[in-house]
């Protein structure tokens, strides 16, 4: 059943004229009858003509659209199996805003065959964007330490398997506490394995600056383990990335998306029941 959903939400516009033409000429012959059956048969594809020009070349190209997310580079927003409202009409008479949750047509650069993507929106025109990757540091001063994150991993001896690259297990940071998987390590525990007990701990999890400034993104699944040296995002162009950020394929592999790209603001998950909600927008200022 919903492999037939998603196939009669994908038909084309062509598609949909040459439908709409065979029927019109199917209910003018059948109009000319007689037999009450034609006629009845002559309303009903009357009404069905009304329904596809209103949602499929009206409603669709112009007004809302429905979307099936497939992959996980939004959690924990939207998950796969999500199927999400976009509206279309709201960038017709507005502009995309920080925060905002897009769906457009990826660039070649990211995607061959340009399929839809969906982001959030980080930057427009003008910002400069910059990400940093997290570390810990234990100490003041020159003569404190710093660890990045595969220092840390060494540190708890939590380092990936030249056999297996996949084995080690998630390291997320958090103010408070670094994780490893499900397991917690806390400030005093990192300081111990380091040799450095008693030592003053501070973590700084990978952050989003944008003009400077440090976002605060309660969405976000992780902080980013990676770094994204400032980049000015120049006119008719927007920064997106996933909330997944380590698992998201988003402007800081490839780069800045042309606006004229953008098909529409994600606005509700309608389906499954259990999720339905609406997506709200954040901008990540505090």
Excluded at 4 to 19: F, H, K, M, N
Excluded at 181 to 204: C, D, L, P, Q, S
Excluded at 220 to 246: K, S, W
Excluded at 266 to 276: K, N, S, T, Y
């Amino acid at each position: 059943m919903e492999q037939l959903t998603d196939r009669i939400a994908g038909v084309s516009p062509q598609t949909i004229l040459i439908i709409v033409a065979v029927l019109t000429a199917t209910r003018a012959a059948l109009g000319t009858t007689r037999v009450a059956a034609g006629r009845f048969l002559s309303d009903l594809l009357e009404s069905v003509l009304i329904a596809l020009v209103l949602v499929f070349l009206i409603l669709r190209p112009f007004v809302a659209q429905t979307f099936f997310i497939p992959s996980g580079s939004m959690h924990p927003t939207l998950w796969e199996g999500d199927r999400i409202l976009v509206n279309k009409w709201g960038y017709r008479v507005g502009s995309p805003q920080r925060g905002d949750v897009i769906v457009f047509r990826a660039p070649r650069a990211a995607s061959p065959d340009e399929k839809d993507f969906i982001k959030r929106l980080v930057g427009l025109p003008g910002d400069v964007i910059e990400v940093k990757e997290g570390y810990v540091q234990i100490g003041d001063g020159p003569r404190s330490t710093l660890y990045t994150r595969d220092e840390v991993r060494s540190v708890l001896g939590a380092g990936r398997s030249v056999s297996d690259p996949t084995s080690a297990p998630t390291l997320r940071l958090t103010t408070d506490a670094i994780w490893l998987g499900t397991r917690r390590v806390t400030k005093e525990e990192f300081a111990r394995a380091a040799n450095k007990t008693g030592g003053h701990v501070f973590i700084v999890p990978g952050k989003v600056l944008r003009n400077h400034v440090m976002l605060c993104e309660c969405f976000v699944a992780e902080d980013p383990a990676y770094r994204y040296a400032p980049q000015t995002v120049p006119p008719g162009h927007l920064f997106v990335m996933g909330d997944n950020r380590n698992e998201s394929h988003d402007s800081h592999k490839w780069g800045m998306l042309p606006a004229n790209r953008v098909v529409g603001r994600a606005e509700l998950v309608f389906w499954p029941p259990g999720r339905i909600k609406r997506i709200a927008r954040d901008d990540g200022s505090e």
